[in-house]
C-alpha cells in the first residue's frame, strides 16, 4: 500500500509548494523508492486552460491531454516521472462530477452536501491510481484558511484517518518573515498558521520554513514548542539562487530521512546529488553566457513561460554556458526599435499563445531573424506566425494571415476543418472550437537528411501539443520551392509539424511545445541545439 505525504501552506501564497515537494520526491527516489506527486487546487474553473497567463502562469500539458497547473512541469521536471490527467484536480472538476451523479439520481434522492459527497469525491481521487507506489505525494493549492481549501483541508484529514494515521503525513509549509526595520526574524506568522491547520483537526508532522535568511536555533525551538512539532522536524529552507539547489538545501536538513523515520522506513541507496550541484554550478558561477529574446504578449508575469524558461536554461545546461534571457512585450515591439533591441541578441524565441495581440511585432522579429541569419526557434503559434513571415515576404502572398485573428485575406493557417473534408474546403464555425483543439502527445514522422532528424536522430518523435489551427498542407509545395522546408508531418501527412529553412544557420519552427519534455537532468535536444547555434552565432 502506497504512503500519502499531504503538503499545504500558510501565511501567503507562492511559498514554493511546489518545488518543495518535487524535491521531496527526487530525493526519496534517490533513495530507492517509486513515488507519484498530485495536485488538488481550490479554484472553480475546470481546468486552467482557459484561465489567462497572466493570472494564472502557463497551462501545463500532459501526454494524455490535460490541461494542468505549472507545478505538474515542477513535479515532471525533478522526478523524471510523466504526469497523467488522474494526477490534477480543481474544485470545478469536483463539483462538477458530484452534481452529474446528483442530476444522473445516483444518490437516490439524498441531500447532497459538501460532507460527505464532496470530501468524498476528493478521497476518490487521491487514492485512485496509485496501487504501484511506495508514496503518494499531494499538494493542496491556496493557503490554510481560504474558504477555497477547506473541503480538501477536511477530505486530507478525513482520509488520514481511514488509512491510519501511521500511513500518512501532514507538511506544512509556512513564512517566517524578516522584519529589515527591527532586524528581527518573525515566528507568529507560522504559529497563527499552524494554529489555524490543527483548528480545522489537522497536526502537521513537519514544518518547513521559508525565509530569506538563515533562521537562528532559538526560533526553531519556539516553532517546535508553540507548534507541537519536534525541532528535528522544524526544516528551515532559505532563499536559493536557483530553484536546482532545492534539493540540495532540503537534503542538508534531512527532510528525506525525517519523513522515512516518520514512516519507519530505511533508505534503499545512498542519494545522489552530484547531477544538481553539477547544474547549481553552471548556472550560478559560469561566465560564459549566451543572449536569446523571449518575445510575447504574457512576458510582464514570469510564471507564463515557466516551462520555456526552465528548458532554455536546460540547453544552457547541456552547453555549458549560461542563459541570458532578454523578455520583450511583442505587442509594444515597433518595427523602428526591432534592430536596435536586437543589436546583441544570439537567438530569438517565439513561444506559443492565442489571439491577434501581438503578432505584428513577432513576425517583424522572425522577418530579422529570417534575414540577419539568427538562430530562431518559433514554438506553435511562433511557427505560424513564421510562416505568415516568409508567405508575405518571400511568397509575395501579401495577404497571407490566419483566421483565427483575421476572417478575411488568405488562410494559409486556420481550423482544420476550414480548409479539408473530403478534399474539399468547407468553413467552420464557433461551435467547433473545442473539438478542433490537439491536446497532448501525438506522433511526427520527420523528413530525411533534414536537420530536425539530425537533431532528434529519430524517424519518429512524440511531442505535447495544445492548439487548435493548423498550418495549411496545401501550400506545401510553395513553401518548400521557395526554401522553407516541412520537414516534420504528422503520419498521415495531412498536418506539417515542424518547419525549416534550408539556407539559414538554424532556423526553426515547431507546431508542438518541446519545453514541457525537458528536463534539468537531461535537456531537450531541440533546446540543445537551439543554444548551441545560438552560442555559435556571430
Known sequence: ??????????????????????????????????????????????????????????????????????????????????????????????????????????????????????????????????????????????????????????????????IEKKNALF???????????????????????????????????????????????????????????????????????????????????????????????????PVNLTPW??????????????????????????????????????????????????????EKLKVSEIKSKLRNISGILIPGGFGKRGTEGKIEAIKFARMNNIPFLGICYGMQMAIIEFARNKLKLKKATSSEFDKKGLHIIGLINEWTKDGKKIKGTDKDLGGTMRLGSYDAKLKENSKIKKIYKKNIIKERHRHRYEVNIAYKQKFEKNGMEFSGLSPDGELPEIIELRNHPWFIGVQFHPEFKSRPLAPHPLFSSFIKASKNHK
Open 1 to 162: 500500500m502506497a504512503r500519502f505525504i499531504f503538503v499545504t501552506g500558510g501565511v501567503v501564497s507562492s511559498l514554493g509548494k511546489g518545488l518543495s515537494s518535487a524535491s521531496l520526491a527526487y530525493l526519496l527516489q534517490s533513495r530507492g523508492y517509486k513515488v507519484r506527486l498530485r495536485k488538488l487546487d481550490p479554484y472553480l474553473n475546470i481546468d486552467p486552460g482557459t484561465m489567462s497567463p497572466f493570472q494564472h502562469g502557463e497551462v501545463y500539458v500532459t501526454d494524455d491531454g490535460a490541461e494542468t497547473d505549472l507545478d505538474l512541469g515542477h513535479y515532471e521536471r525533478f522526478s523524471g516521472v510523466s504526469a497523467k490527467r488522474s494526477d490534477n484536480i480543481t474544485t470545478g472538476m469536483i463539483y462538477n462530477d458530484v452534481l452529474k451523479k446528483e442530476r444522473k439520481g445516483k444518490y437516490l434522492g439524498k441531500t447532497v452536501q459538501v460532507i460527505p459527497h464532496i470530501t468524498d469525491r476528493i478521497k476518490e481521487f487521491i487514492k485512485n491510481d496509485s496501487s504501484k507506489e511506495d508514496f503518494v505525494i499531494c499538494e493542496i493549492g491556496g493557503i490554510v484558511g481560504d474558504i477555497e481549501s477547506l473541503p480538501f483541508v477536511e477530505a486530507i484529514r478525513q482520509f488520514a484517518n481511514d
Open 277 to 330: 550541484k553539477k547544474i547549481t554550478k553552471i548556472i550560478l558561477k559560469n561566465k560564459k553566457q549566451v543572449n536569446i529574446a523571449l518575445i510575447g504578449k504574457y512576458v510582464e508575469l514570469k510564471d507564463a513561460y515557466k516551462s520555456l524558461d526552465e528548458a532554455l536554461t536546460h540547453g544552457g545546461i547541456k552547453n555549458n554556458v549560461k542563459i541570458n534571457l532578454l523578455r520583450i512585450d511583442s
Open 171 to 269: 507538511i506544512h509549509l509556512t513564512l517566517v518573515p524578516y522584519l529589515k526595520s527591527s532586524d528581527e526574524i518573525k515566528t507568529k506568522p507560522t504559529q497563527h498558521s499552524v494554529k489555524e491547520l490543527r483548528s480545522i483537526g489537522i497536526q502537521p508532522d513537519i514544518i518547513i520554513c521559508r525565509s530569506e535568511r538563515p533562521i537562528p536555533l532559538e526560533h526553531r525551538k519556539k516553532i517546535s514548542l508553540f507548534c507541537n512539532v519536534d525541532i528535528k522536524n522544524v526544516i528551515e529552507t532559505v532563499d536559493v539562487k536557483t530553484i536546482y539547489e532545492a534539493p540540495i538545501s532540503f537534503f542538508k536538513e534531512k527532510l528525506d530521512l525525517q519523513v522515512l523515520n516518520y514512516f519507519r522506513l530505511k533508505s534503499k541507496r
